[in-house]
Antibody, heavy 121, light 107 residues
Framework: QVQLQESGPGLVKPSETLSLTCTVSGGSISSYYWSWIRQPPGKGLEWIGYIYYSGSTNYNPSLKSRVTISVDTSKNQFSLKLSSVTAADTAVYYC???????????????WGQGTLVTVSS | AIRMTQSPSSFSASTGDRVTITCRASQGISSYLAWYQQKPGKAPKLLIYAASTLQSGVPSRFSGSGSGTDFTLTISCLQSEDFATYYCQQYYSYPPFFGQGTKLEIK
């Protein structure tokens, strides 16, 4: 059974860079698309971007200037960096696997449990 | 960008009821529509994709329909574990917007 686990600091200062890693277990990171999604407290879901195991990426235009997603296939991990954060970036951050195939990369069949990142001084 | 609007935003129902949640896209998205269930403090769970295809392991009381701009999620006989928030998501074009969510509460 594929499992995803987010890790990283739970508190980030304004203007700094948020960094999270998602570790995939129970399956290979190869041949799938891997997304980051966030959810501000009490609000809805926002897709941040995805990376294919080969390294190609696609980002939400609303965040594109601040987002970098990378992959380390040797560790079965992928990572998120979000720069110049503000309080508006406070959210639960989820990593997820896109199922690919005929439905493409954005049907998200496996999710991590999520990690709350608070932006505050 | 193609935005998604769900209705209602919340409502109450009883165990055993048949309930329908509606999702409307701002432009046609063919059948590129998924539904997710989220319980408090948990990650979303994929229920349906391609508007009407049930994800493996999801109970058959869940069903989806629609194409183009109008979609529905139906739960045929509510169980206690179904009280949660439901999100639709279009994946016809980027970015893949989610609806604002429909919170299903116990009456």
């Amino acid at each position: 059974q594929v499992q995803l686990q987010e890790s990283g600091p739970g508190l980030v200062k304004p203007s700094e860079t948020l960094s999270l890693t998602c570790t995939v277990s129970g399956g290979s990171i190869s041949s799938y698309y891997w997304s980051w999604i966030r959810q501000p407290p009490g609000k809805g879901l926002e897709w941040i971007g995805y990376i294919y195991y080969s390294g190609s990426t696609n980002y939400n235009p609303s965040l594109k200037s601040r987002v970098t997603i990378s992959v380390d296939t040797s560790k079965n991990q992928f990572s998120l960096k979000l720069s110049s954060v503000t309080a508006a970036d406070t959210a639960v951050y989820y990593c997820a696997r896109g199922e690919g195939g005929a439905q493409g990369p954005m049907v998200l069949g496996y999710w991590g449990q999520g990690t709350l990142v608070t932006v505050s001084s | 960008a193609i935005r998604m609007t769900q209705s209602p935003s919340s409502f109450s129902a009883s165990t055993g009821d048949r309930v329908t949640i509606t999702c409307r896209a701002s432009q046609g998205i063919s059948s590129y529509l998924a539904w997710y269930q989220q319980k408090p403090g948990k990650a979303p769970k994929l229920l349906i994709y391609a508007a009407s295809t049930l994800q493996s392991g999801v109970p058959s009381r869940f069903s989806g329909s629609g194409s183009g701009t109008d979609f529905t999620l139906t739960i045929s006989c509510l169980q206690s574990e179904d009280f949660a928030t439901y999100y639709c998501q279009q994946y016809y074009s980027y970015p893949p917007f989610f609806g604002q969510g429909t919170k299903l509460e116990i009456k």
